[in-house]
């Protein structure tokens, strides 16, 4: 007597979806797991525990299973997002200080920043230079907006190589920027690990040169962001804490609003629905005493747009979908035409809270902007976004409309950046 298929969880992680696709593509071709398995040249029971997310598959069995199953590059395409999910668990399972992110990595940096003086933060002010290179900086957060950080990330870090040390010493806050924005594409790559060293490479020239609220902006709203990306709402709560406490005399009302929507976010990672409903309170308080003309101008960017963007995550991870369907499409609204990344994460999100709802007919019509926003970006981050979209829609995958959407994805999206793609910090 056959044993009762474990039941899945698709959009649990992309291992989960893989394992769901697998089962779908096996069961409607008629086999068996002992006929995949023979047909794969490996045991049953190694298909069975691909199939219930007990086992990361090689690239190479990857492949296999896409050219067996007849998946048309359906779970080739999943390869980027497995390989850095198989980091993330390794980095869980070792103290090594060279594999991917590691929250620990941040402690130290950010008690440095904390002890550290503010006394040189006129000189930080008044020794501006390298306007070229300002304006160039400029120019590279326009394109990645539009085209994601496969497109500028080499031209953003060809700085490293003969001039970022020239700037940290006369122009530290250009450093800095093209620092932020190393890691913020590194992210965008799936370079988790290299984003961190690139924000504490940006923490390290701000904590000496005495920015004491640039610093709390890298620790609450860069390294907590990617925190939260790598799967660590503790860490992400206790770096936006900590920037609090450290600009609390400092801080500015946009700041400070930017700093707690992503304490918000970790609450809600954690399933405090008090805490970040207090959290997302005391952000719009903020936003409504902000004064433009008195806030720095690197904290320009958040506003009505990204409060809807964070709370519309904080109400999709609480399982608050028609808040969260209100404020993702309110985003999407919102949001100036060129931020394309952030059109289709957010777009992608409203999608996925429909199918947890049910919506399915809704849900797909909006997964396919979501899709035709993200074809126009190299962007792992939107890419993993949409995967995890189709893992939402794919117990439905019986339906007319999912199969269409899920052939739109395979013929829109061919491929996806792989996350092997930015190399090391020079």
């Not at 997310?53 to 990857?62: I, N, Q």
């Not at 590059?73 to 497995?82: E, Q, V």
């Not at 190589?161 to 122009?171: E, F, I, K």
Request: with cysteine.
């Amino acid at each position: 007597m056959g044993q009762t298929p474990k039941e899945l969880e698709p959009a649990r992680s992309v291992l989960h979806f893989f394992g769901a696709e697998v089962r779908r593509l096996r069961l409607g071709l008629g086999m068996f797991q002992a006929d995949l398995g023979k047909a794969l040249f490996v045991h049953k029971d190694l298909v069975r525990k691909i199939e219930t997310a007990e086992r990361m598959p090689s690239d190479e069995l990857v492949d296999q299973c896409d050219r067996v199953l007849s998946a048309g590059n359906g779970l080739r395409r999943l390869l980027p997002m497995l390989q850095r999910e198989r980091t993330l668990r390794l980095t869980r399972d070792t103290t090594s200080a060279t594999v991917g992110f590691r929250s620990a990595a941040t402690d130290r940096p950010v008690l440095d920043w904390l002890l550290s003086s503010t006394q040189d933060a006129r000189r930080w002010r008044a020794g501006e230079e390298g306007r070229a290179a300002a304006d160039r900086l400029r120019q590279l957060r326009g394109a990645d907006h539009v085209h994601g950080a496969g497109q500028t990330y080499a031209d953003v870090t060809e700085i490293f190589g003969h001039r970022l040390d020239v700037l940290a010493t006369g122009a530290p806050r250009v450093a800095t920027g093209y620092l932020e924005l190393a890691g913020y594409e590194a992210v965008d790559l799936g370079a988790d690990g290299l984003a961190q060293q690139h924000y504490l490479r940006a923490l390290e020239i701000v904590t000496r040169c005495g920015d004491r609220l640039y610093g709390g902006y890298l620790i609450a709203v860069s390294l907590a962001h990617l925190a939260l990306h790598c799967g660590d709402p503790d860490q992400a709560a206790r770096l936006a804490a900590a920037a609090l406490r450290g600009i609390e005399h400092q801080s500015t009302p946009a700041v400070r609003a930017a700093f707690r929507a992503v304490l918000a976010r970790a609450h809600a990672r954690r399933a405090d629905q008090a805490a970040c409903a207090a959290a997302l309170l005391q952000v719009e308080v903020d936003l409504a005493r902000s004064r433009p003309a008195e806030e720095p101008a690197w904290i320009g960017y958040f506003g009505e747009a990204d409060l809807a963007d964070e709370k519309a995550h904080c109400f999709f991870d609480l399982g608050l979908h028609e808040l969260a369907q209100r404020e993702a499409s309110r985003a999407v609204t919102l949001l100036e035409p060129h931020r394309v990344r952030r059109l289709a994460i957010d777009t992608a999100l409203h999608a996925a809270s429909l199918a947890r709802s049910r919506q399915i007919e809704h849900a797909c019509a909006i997964a396919r902007q979501a899709i035709d926003h993200a074809a126009t970006v190299a962007s792992f981050r939107s890419a993993h976004r949409i995967v995890l979209m189709l893992a939402e829609l794919q117990p439905y995958a019986d339906r007319a409309d999912v199969r269409d959407l899920t052939e739109y994805a395979r013929t829109r999206l061919p491929s996806l950046i792989s996350s092997e793609g930015p190399g090391r910090l020079p």
